[in-house]
């Protein structure tokens, strides 16, 4: 009758759903996103190149150098959401397009610049409704990649590029690896 106050708890919450612990919304433009990304440090980037990449105008003055980094041209809007998952605390932020669409997705690492990540959602007023919804479709990623973000200009055009043979611990691996897994995408080096 209580057989399952015996079974280790790793494997009763083996299927526990995340509990997502908070949800906050801010408005970004994409000139201001760009600037701010390198200052994370080492993110694990997940994003879907079979989408549609671009369904605004490109902004002007910003490139970036691989197409995987395009959808984040089009970010409007940031969610970021912090869980509580079945391998611990997690947290991640959805870069969503003008209506409200995810585009890209980047989460927390041991080795994240957790200063930054909190500066870059730093609340602002901002006059704009969000059509961002808590129930907001999450991004179905087909790729997942660490990154870290750098910046150069180039005849008068900020340029984002990624560096993913970026430095990471032993634990930030395997948070990665993790993630990635969790996700159903793999995980590129």
């Known amino acids: 009758m209580f057989g399952w106050l015996t079974t280790p708890s790793s494997l009763r919450c083996r ?4 509990t997502v612990l908070s949800q906050r919304i801010r408005h970004i433009s994409p000139h201001v996103l760009m600037h701010k990304l390198p200052s994370l440090g080492s993110v694990l980037y997940l994003h879907n190149t079979l989408a549609q990449v671009i369904t605004d105008a490109l902004p002007p003055g910003l490139l970036v150098t691989e197409r995987t980094l395009a959808p984040l041209l089009d970010v409007r809007w940031l969610m970021a959401t912090s869980a509580v998952t079945e391998d611990g605390p997690r947290e991640w932020l959805e870069c969503m397009d003008r209506f409200g ?9 041991p080795d994240t610049d957790y200063l930054a990540w909190e500066a870059l959602m730093a609340m602002h007023e901002s006059p704009l409704q969000s059509p961002v919804s808590a129930n907001a479709p999450l991004l179905r ?7 870290n973000f750098r910046l150069r ?5 900020i ?3 990624g560096n993913a043979h970026a430095e990471l611990s032993p634990l930030g691996h395997r948070v990665a690896a993790h993630i990635a897994h969790a996700e159903s995408v793999s995980l590129h080096r």
């Open 153 to 157: 200009e180039f005849a008068g055009l």
């Open 141 to 147: 990623a087909d790729s997942a990649s660490v990154v």
């Open 101 to 109: 669409r995810p585009r890209a997705r980047l989460h927390l690492l």
């Open 15 to 18: 299927h526990a759903p995340r």
């Open 159 to 161: 340029v984002l590029q």
